[in-house]
């Protein structure tokens, strides 16, 4: 079972059991088989571009092939920022306790590209938190699940279904305007110059 989300408001923790919602949990899911002329499932493969390795589901977590086909497992890999130079990894947050910053205003919430939702169950709830929560206000911390390098905002939200957290990133929207208004030249331009008079011909 995976560690706990526990968040820390004014010095007082609170815990949370997590289920990571999909659609699948909320709506089902319907799934198309194929299966070899013997009744046996069929799994999905690529082959790479060279025709020597097949690829089936999953391998491509464990690690990569470099350019000289060596074997390189995921736990060798590291992250680079854009000038070529290695990231710091930053652990998981599950198990660790993380301050609230907030309440937050509802349009930064709204402004969140969300990757994940997780339902919370709480296991020991502040109750000011608890009572903020119910209250529609929304908290925020660092939430980075399996440890990386690169965590994540997560928003802490409650209503009348539960307590829920919205795992993103920060959209910003860039707005663009012309600096002058361009206006049509042509709608100005007198159109009979241009009609042909055919008592000419």
Partial sequence: M???????????????????????????????????????RCEKAELTRDGTLLVRSGMTAQGYFDE???????????GLDAKGQPLPAIPSTLGEAQKLSGPVDPIEVLDLAVRSVYALNPEGLDPKLDAELRAGKAYKFTFCYRGGFEAETAYLVGNQAGFFALVGSPASSEWCELQTVATDALADADDDDDELDFEMF
């Fill in 2 to 40: 995976a560690k706990p989300i526990i968040v820390t408001l004014g010095g007082v923790e609170s815990r949370f059991d997590h289920e990571k919602l999909d659609r699948a949990k909320l709506y089902g899911k319907r799934q198309r088989q194929v299966l070899d002329p013997g009744g046996q």
């Fill in 68 to 78: 000289g086909g060596a074997w390189v497992p995921s736990s060798k890999l590291v």
